[in-house]
């Protein structure tokens, strides 16, 4: 593809892949107008296991679901550093607000990979559609004329409580090593109530079971294969949509850690309140905030928050320069793509340790805001997609001048 004009490049700079899109800003702004709401419906979540009605709402609206949706079905087709800044935004709020909103984006963002008679379907049928999805190909597929049939059980489908459409994997129809991705309505689907986690319980991160469903050729999505979307092969042919051509390697992690990001500032900033004028038990201290040890954590913990923040926008302004130049990423920046959100992650988890330990057990109270934030940034950070040994082996492979294949072909 030819490079872009330099207004297309200029405007990614304020989150804009395409001249009509709202800026970043703009999106922030709504994103801290709703939040004050999804701070009230926070406990509602951790309570109920999904999002509470009002907040869906407010965050369809806001249009905030459709950050990556696509923008001739009505979409926002932001870049990736602005989905995290906006997510990161809600999840200071509402961990599982955040999250579901990344992972809705993520998905929209896979449904925008496959041709307009698919993307028809989803998006021009409903401008405010929601895409849930599973990567894992947990699924039994045999060819048919004009598709295929599937049966399958695909748990952690974060927001299936309200989504309308599921992207998921499952093994190439013809035998061959790889997967695919398909695209299903979810009312084709059941959806079977096996969420109930410590954390990001109001994610409704259900399981979805499709039992001898057919599934027609065009929403069929070869993903993990040498002719398939990972190696940069989609139906899309707009080679207008920018946002499409953001290298896949490294994406599936970079599409969901702002939350993370959003949760650690939210326990810093409980942390900074709660030290004042708080006596230290055990002691003679009346004014935690003004213990020397208690100003060199806080202290630590933000400048990991920030650090972790430099990698992880890093990996995000690698993928949308890619995406906006169409110039193909080497081997070792996407691997250091990957490493600096994992890296990232692992100072955030340092930072939360830290504020934890600050705030003491007596925090660690349920119904006290720091437990739920702390129990959500426990379990989403456990997500498989963050884990840093895996990336720093892939990483360091790729530096030593080794094969990484055979460990993982998300590199």
């Known amino acids: 593809m030819a490079q872009p004009a330099n207004n297309v490049v200029h405007n990614q700079q304020d989150g804009r892949l395409h001249d009509t899109s709202m800026p970043c800003e703009t999106l922030l702004a709504k994103a801290r107008e709703i939040g004050p709401l999804l701070a009230e419906y926070a406990d509602y979540a951790d309570e109920n296991l999904k999002l ?17 949706q696509p923008q001739r079905y009505d979409g926002l087709e932001v870049n990736v550093l602005t989905q995290m800044l906006v997510t990161d935004e809600l999840a200071k709020h509402c961990s599982s607000a955040g999250w579901v909103t990344a992972l809705y984006g993520a998905c929209a963002f896979f449904a925008g990979l496959y041709s307009d008679e698919a993307r028809d379907e989803v998006f021009g049928a409903d401008e405010n559609a929601r895409v849930c999805g599973i990567l894992a190909p947990s699924a039994e597929v045999r060819e048919v004329p004009g598709g295929i049939k599937v049966d399958g059980l695909w748990p952690y ?13 499952a093994p190439l129809s013809n035998g061959a090593p790889g997967t695919s991705l398909l695209l299903l309505p ?22 979805l079971r499709a039992t001898d469903l057919f599934v027609p050729s065009h929403r069929i999505l070869p993903f993990f294969s040498p002719d398939g979307a990972i190696a940069g092969h989609i139906p899309n042919e707009h080679s207008d949509e920018l946002l499409y051509r953001t290298p896949l390697a490294g994406f599936a992690s970079a599409c969901v850690v702002a939350p993370l990001i959003g949760m650690a500032k939210s326990a810093l900033s409980y942390t900074l309140n709660r030290v004042v004028d708080r006596p230290v038990a055990y002691t003679f201290v009346t004014d935690q905030s003004a213990q020397v040890t208690t100003q060199i954590a806080v202290a630590e913990a933000a400048t990991k928050i920030d650090s972790a923040e430099l990698h992880i926008h890093r990996a995000a302004r690698d993928l949308d320069n890619a995406a906006a130049t169409s110039i193909d990423m080497s081997l070792v920046v996407r691997a250091r793509v990957r490493h600096d959100v994992t890296y990232g992650t692992q100072l955030l988890r340092e930072a939360m340790a830290i504020c934890q330990q600050i705030n003491g057990s007596s925090d660690m109270a349920r119904g006290r805001s720091f437990e739920r934030v702390w129990r959500d940034f426990s379990t989403s950070s456990l997500h498989a997609v963050l884990n840093l040994t895996t990336t720093s082996e892939v990483y360091g492979k790729i530096l030593c001048g080794h094969d990484p294949s055979e460990l993982s072909g998300l590199y």
């Open 52 to 68: 509470a009605d009002p907040v869906i709402e407010a965050l369809i609206e806001q249009k905030l679901f459709r950050l990556w």
């Open 186 to 207: 979810l009312s084709d689907l059941k959806t079977e109530l096996t969420w109930n986690p410590t954390g990001m319980r109001g994610t409704a991160s259900n399981s």
């Open 157 to 169: 489908a974060s927001g299936a409580a309200h989504a309308t459409w599921a992207t998921v994997g």
